[in-house]
């Protein structure tokens, strides 16, 4: 119980204490060299399905060839520490700072720099906010780093990459499921380094009934523009085709527009009653168009296209559509 109300205020840590069934968690680490030739997310977690089986996990996807690997580990080979992110999987370490990188297709390290976290408080902790403290959601969500710099090299089948002076961002899921329909969306490379977006909508299970959720952010001059369900943010727009995703978010001061363009995507498992027996499409080539307007006055500070973006869009999202109120 200790490790569990330790860890409830530091959404990076281990949050999976005490779980033996239908649990998962996983932490996701996005990097793209200086060059942006070379675009790569890395997924280490653990899964628990309804029985108690269990397995830890690392995938690797590559984002400019869109191929997916999914390595699997026995339970005992996940090692996470107590009061403290760090976590060993076999003899993969990855904390906040560092991935450690020893399989048979990449090996190697990486180290993180000048991380922007999202903000977290005793009554809100991380970007889930008050909904920390709800017991039954189906899926919690944590940032670690909106964007950073990234010093060290992999080998990435046999070929040598260096991703020094390059970019990442890191995030992390746990719960039993993800949300049946969702829009996600996240990139760090504008027109001017320290310029971070990430946004997501989503159906949330509440009660006996759903709503849709929303979080957002914006890291603009060294300081995070929040529009989240639990700050009064409003939803106005949400909806997408074959070919963009558009969303418009308001709070107090400032309206945000998305128009995000999908691009071809590759296959991920994802968690389902705890274990990975789903299936998710994630593309990391993305573009995103963004309009952040002060609105009290009613100038835009911030119009821009996000490259190297990550992008899913899955489940019924027709669930999600919401048409612009004005």
Known sequence: ????????????????????????????????????????????????????????????????????????????????????????????????????????TVQGQLSFHQQRPWPSHFYSPGIMGPFSFVPFMECYHGILSMDHIITGELTINKEKIDFTNGRGYMEKDWGHSFPSAYFWMQTNHFSQPGISLKASVANIPWLGSSFVGHIAG????????????????????????????????????????IIAHREKATLLASPIAGFMDGRIEESMTSAIDIILTDKKKNIIILQDTGRNAGLEVAGNIESLFKAKIR
């Open 1 to 104: 119980m200790i490790k569990r109300l330790n860890a409830l205020f530091h959404p990076e840590q281990y949050q999976g204490w005490g779980k033996t069934q239908r649990y998962f968690e996983g932490w996701y680490y996005k990097v793209v060299n200086a060059e942006e030739t070379k675009a790569f997310a890395f997924i280490p977690g653990i899964a628990m399905d309804e029985n108690g089986d269990k397995q830890a996990f690392i995938q690797i996807l590559d984002g400019k060839k869109r191929t997916a690997e999914y390595h699997k580990f026995d339970a005992t080979e996940f090692r996470p520490c107590n009061g403290k992110f760090e976590v060993l999987i076999a003899n993969i370490f990855f904390s906040n700072n560092i991935l450690k990188l020893d399989l048979p």
């Open 218 to 257: 914006v890291w603009l001059q060294n300081r995070l523009i929040q529009f989240t369900t639990y700050n009064g943010s409003k939803l106005l727009k949400s909806i997408a085709d074959k070919e963009k995703v558009e969303l418009v978010l308001e709070n107090a001061n400032h309206r945000l527009e």
